[in-house]
């Protein structure tokens, strides 16, 4: 899940389905009880409708932790220029950052770090779409040392700069669970 509609869904799914969550966030539904293995492949096979999965394996559940950290800290738009990604990830996991960072690697086919400039693009490109913040603006958001770093970025995972980008109109974005 990695937005409100997402887990307003999920949420609507498992209401639907007879469960009564006590709570859902990014990732993460607290039931009041424990389902049964069929009431659970029912919710799963309703879920799998809407590009939903359960995880059931703990590889999967820690790949989406990260990911939901990663993406929740993108979207305050408080990275600081310093941002040192492994110490991020090390204290909001509790653990080691190698174990997390070779697990993600092998499953998903690309680093964390990787993931996590890819998702900074997408949020760097709805900033520009909506027109409300310069590009110095955006790039102190999201802690770029400068304007010619997130230009530089923008443009090796793009193909355009910044500028051409939004003067083109077109909307290349992606959804951030496409990412």
Request: aromatic share 10%.
């Amino acid at each position: 899940m990695v937005c409100s509609r997402c887990i307003m869904v999920v949420r609507q799914e498992f209401e639907k389905a007879g469960f009564k969550p006590i709570d859902v966030k990014m990732g993460e539904v607290e039931l009041d009880k424990a389902p049964a293995e069929t009431q659970l492949e029912k919710i799963n096979s309703t879920l799998n409708n809407f590009g939903f999965e359960i995880l059931d394996s703990q590889r999967k559940k820690l790949i989406e932790r990260i990911k939901n950290s990663l993406i929740e800290k993108i979207q305050s738009g408080e990275i600081e220029e310093h941002f040192i990604l492994s110490d991020f990830l090390s204290k909001k996991l509790n653990k080691e950052y190698s174990q997390p960072g070779r697990l993600f690697s092998e499953v998903e086919g690309i680093t964390v770090e990787q993931f996590f400039i890819l998702q900074k693009i997408e949020k760097v490109k709805e900033w520009i779409a909506y027109d409300e913040l310069t590009l110095s603006e955006i790039s102190w958001k999201l802690g770029y040392s400068s304007i010619a770093h997130l230009s530089s970025q923008f443009k090796k995972v793009t193909g355009f700069t910044p500028s051409h980008f939004k003067k083109s109109g077109v909307n290349h974005r992606k959804s951030l669970d496409d990412i």
